[in-house]
């Protein structure tokens, strides 16, 4: 069985619309990590001290670089078994070579992504994507695996996934970040700026010229310049909270020779 990984979100929003499910579902492992306990022999590797007292960690620990990668192959793992029951899976991790880490997807008969503990699934149908959902969670209580059920959500023609609104494939800003972004008041310190910049910085894609509206607020940011909230910065942060507002769903990057690319500068169109 061949796998295939996705390392960014465009990536994704191409494969959900290129399916152009109708219905989709999406499951939460809980408390992933520690769900894996580590092999006897390679506990020492993540020895520590607290207080005088030298312990080590018995379960995937939160905060290991490597942790995330570990999991998403072991969890991948528990799914190439749904289709492959000859496959052998076992929860002890030992410290080895794991697959990448990035957007998870069986070729043979799979209709899922998955990234570390989140996992989206899709079909033409809710009775269909709800059957499919209903074995997968049983695969994974299977391994090992317990499933946060508050997070088990669908089947449903629109739905949320990391965070990020997905409506028939494309991408979107949820309501709740809408508001949040709204809610905010303009920042007083140089502290509160990068803090605005941070919730609004992962949506850019949802707003043309982004870099330029939001350039007199990276201007106040840097440790050297004194923080000077003036009507360049207001302006940049109300124009921001309109674009959030008013921003549509974006479906995946087109390409090909009937495609006009236009790059925008700082000094004009090319």
């Given at each position: 069985?061949?796998?295939?990984?996705?390392?960014?979100m465009?990536?994704?929003?191409?494969?959900?619309?290129?399916?152009?499910?109708?219905?989709?579902?999406?499951?939460?492992?809980?408390?992933?990590?520690?769900?894996?306990?580590?092999?006897?022999?390679c506990?020492?590797?993540?020895?520590?001290?607290?207080?005088?007292?030298?312990?080590?960690?018995?379960?995937?620990?939160?905060?290991?670089?490597?942790?995330?990668?570990?999991?998403?192959?072991?969890?991948?793992?528990?799914?190439?078994?749904?289709?492959?029951?000859?496959?052998?899976?076992s929860t002890?991790?030992?410290?080895?070579?794991?697959?990448?880490?990035?957007?998870?997807?069986?070729?043979?008969?799979?209709?899922?992504?998955?990234?570390?503990?989140?996992?989206?699934?899709?079909?033409?149908?809710?009775?269909?994507?709800?059957?499919?959902?209903?074995?997968?969670?049983q695969?994974?209580?299977?391994?090992?695996?317990?499933i946060?059920?508050?997070?088990?959500?669908?089947?449903?023609?629109?739905?949320?996934?990391?965070?990020i609104?997905?409506?028939?494939?494309?991408?979107?800003?949820?309501?709740?970040?809408?508001?949040?972004?709204?809610?905010?008041?303009?920042?007083?310190?140089?502290?509160?700026?990068?803090?605005?910049?941070?919730?609004?910085?992962?949506?850019?894609?949802?707003?043309?010229?982004?870099?330029?509206?939001?350039?007199?607020?990276?201007?106040?940011?840097?440790?050297?310049?004194?923080?000077k909230?003036?009507?360049?910065?207001?302006?940049?942060?109300?124009?921001?909270?309109?674009?959030?507002?008013?921003?549509?769903?974006?479906?995946?990057?087109?390409?090909?020779?009937d495609?006009?690319?236009?790059?925008?500068?700082?000094?004009?169109?090319?």
């Amino acid at each position: 069985m061949v796998l295939w990984f996705y390392d960014s979100m465009l990536e994704l929003q191409h494969d959900l619309e290129s399916k152009a499910a109708k219905w989709c579902a999406t499951t939460d492992i809980a408390n992933a990590f520690f769900s894996m306990p580590l092999a006897a022999e390679c506990r020492p590797q993540l020895a520590f001290t607290w207080r005088g007292v030298q312990s080590t960690w018995n379960r995937l620990p939160q905060g290991w670089k490597h942790s995330p990668t570990i999991c998403q192959g072991l969890i991948q793992t528990a799914l190439v078994s749904w289709f492959n029951p000859s496959r052998q899976l076992s929860t002890t991790q030992p410290l080895a070579h794991s697959p990448p880490l990035g957007w998870g997807r069986e070729s043979e008969g799979s209709e899922h992504l998955q990234y570390i503990d989140d996992i989206i699934a899709w079909g033409n149908t809710a009775e269909e994507v709800f059957e499919k959902g209903k074995k997968r969670v049983q695969i994974l209580l299977k391994a090992g695996f317990a499933i946060k059920q508050s997070k088990v959500k669908g089947p449903a023609q629109e739905i949320q996934f990391l965070g990020i609104k997905w409506p028939g494939g494309r991408r979107q800003i949820p309501v709740g970040v809408t508001n949040k972004v709204t809610a905010m008041s303009p920042p007083t310190s140089k502290k509160e700026t990068p803090a605005f910049l941070g919730v609004v910085g992962f949506w850019r894609m949802h707003i043309p010229n982004y870099s330029l509206i939001a350039s007199p607020l990276y201007q106040v940011t840097p440790k050297e310049n004194d923080f000077k909230w003036g009507p360049e910065q207001r302006q940049a942060f109300e124009h921001i909270e309109r674009e959030t507002v008013h921003a549509v769903a974006l479906g995946p990057v087109q390409a090909g020779q009937d495609v006009k690319n236009v790059l925008y500068t700082a000094a004009g169109e090319m």
